[in-house]
């Protein structure tokens, strides 16, 4: 958890950005799963988190052009029977650095005044922000944001202080463990479910929660598959895509593609190979100053390179990636932010991941990249390409139309026991070039090979 120091610092920062222009951040509260008594877990805004450490339900935090005051709603009548006594606003004042006021008071001291905020993630806290300050505020809505104080945000959050390092390096470590527990429990004759099970034990023995819903699937072709029912068989590829959330929110996202025997058959080492390949040339090339959309054209570069040499893609390996013919075996961005949010801060939209006058682009695949940035020390990304036999593009004639005859269907079909692969790390951007925070999880073949089916 960040200390007292590091919330002061980061608050006086952004009141440095903001100057006199008060502000208002939303914790946001509890969603009901179908009636209200029966709630999701609790997550707290992720701007929240940032500033004020704790997930305090219904809190919000404001800052009056000198300084921050929690308001928080006053203790349901049951609370203490059934949920425990909440801390005292004397420890919370400790324990955040902030003066802490009833929620009562909170409407009294906005009245009148042009207050700043961010849309929270649910519809009753918008619905709250807009009746207090007089205008409509939507969950999702980036169209209307406050710009200043989003790209104040966006400015503190996109380098990460050492307290932030440090919660990225806590949810490595878990995400380490889940995976390996994850190669070690794969059986064929299993559900993915167990497996799925395996990983995401080892997170709740360290008193966390996922990133995200965890994808453990032989389907890999589905980029965010929500099944793991499926029986497990010699011969299939298994997917997992599992990232650990820290107690203090901050998340873990690693994907990893391992057959469900233990041994990769010709076919499918090939291409893994090549994902491996085109993994480590976009790894090599994160460093300050690089424009992190030419690490996903080499990516996809390397990745054609590999399928025309493989009798798959036919062409210039330059060409096939700059046109997206690479992109119908490889349709997504090769990686995002990463920090609070695992698509960290994409609640304030493309603003947050492409640099001021830069856009989306609109041809398919690159037009899925999330991140368009020049990277910096301290920023954190994922490094993620993937291949993928998805019946949904490559039976496309729109998209067939695309390839041509340079795509090799009769000898893409070849490779009929590879669904998708995707392989996937966390990368902190150091001041001389990066460090791979989850580079203990087995990647390579020999690595995994040894530890699928150890448990």
């Avoid at 208002?24 to 509260?29: D, E, F, P």
């Amino acid at each position: 958890m960040p200390s007292q120091a590091h919330l002061d610092d980061r608050r006086a920062k952004l009141a440095r950005l903001l100057g006199a222009r008060p502000a208002l951040i939303a914790a946001g509260v509890p969603r009901p799963r179908n009636y209200a008594a029966n709630q999701y877990p609790f997550r707290a805004s992720s701007h929240f988190l940032y500033l004020f450490g704790m997930p305090l339900r219904g809190a919000m935090g404001v800052y009056d052009g000198s300084a921050f005051t929690l308001y928080l709603p006053d203790p349901h009548p049951g609370q203490a029977l059934w949920e425990g006594a909440p801390p005292t606003p004397q420890q919370l004042a400790a324990a955040t650095g902030c003066e802490v006021r009833p929620f009562a008071r909170l409407a009294a001291s906005l009245r009148g005044r042009a207050v700043a905020t961010l849309p929270a993630p649910d519809l009753e806290t918008c619905l709250e922000q807009s009746r207090m300050l007089g205008r409509e505020i939507r969950p999702g809505n980036v169209d209307v944001l406050d710009v200043p104080l989003a790209e104040a945000l966006i400015s503190l959050r996109l380098q990460h202080d050492a307290a932030a390092v440090a919660e990225l390096r806590l949810a490595a470590e878990a995400t380490e463990a889940a995976h390996r527990a994850g190669m070690a429990a794969t059986r064929a004759g299993r559900r993915a479910w167990t497996v799925r099970a395996a990983m995401e034990a080892e997170l709740a023995e360290r008193g966390m929660t996922t990133a995200y819903p965890s994808i453990v699937t032989p389907h890999g072709e589905i980029l965010h598959s929500e099944r793991s029912d499926q029986e497990l068989a010699d011969g299939d590829l298994l997917l997992a895509d599992v990232g650990a959330e820290t107690r203090a929110g901050w998340a873990g996202d690693v994907t990893r593609t391992w057959p469900v025997s233990g041994r990769f058959s010709p076919t499918q080492r090939d291409l893994y190979a090549l994902v491996l390949e085109a993994q480590r040339q976009a790894i090599a090339a994160v460093t300050p100053g690089t424009r992190y959309r030419n690490v996903h054209r080499l990516a996809a570069q390397a990745l054609a390179a590999g399928l025309v040499s493989l009798g798959i893609l036919r062409g210039d390996p330059i060409a096939l990636a700059e046109d997206g013919v690479v992109a119908l075996l490889f349709p997504h961005g090769v990686g995002h932010l990463l920090g609070l949010d695992v698509h960290d801060m994409e609640d304030l939209g493309d603003r947050a991941g492409y640099a001021p006058g830069r856009q989306r682009a609109t041809q398919f695949g690159l037009s899925a990249l999330r991140l368009d940035r020049d990277l910096l020390p301290g920023m954190a990304v994922t490094i993620e390409p993937g291949l993928y036999l998805s019946p949904a593009i490559l039976d496309d004639p729109g998209l067939a139309r695309l390839a041509g005859d340079r795509l090799n269907r009769s000898r893409l079909a070849q490779f009929h026991d590879v669904r998708g692969i995707r392989i996937e790390d966390d990368v902190l951007v150091t001041e001389t070039g990066r460090e791979v925070l989850t580079a203990g999880i087995p990647k390579s073949v020999d690595e995994i090979e040894t530890a699928v089916g150890l448990g």
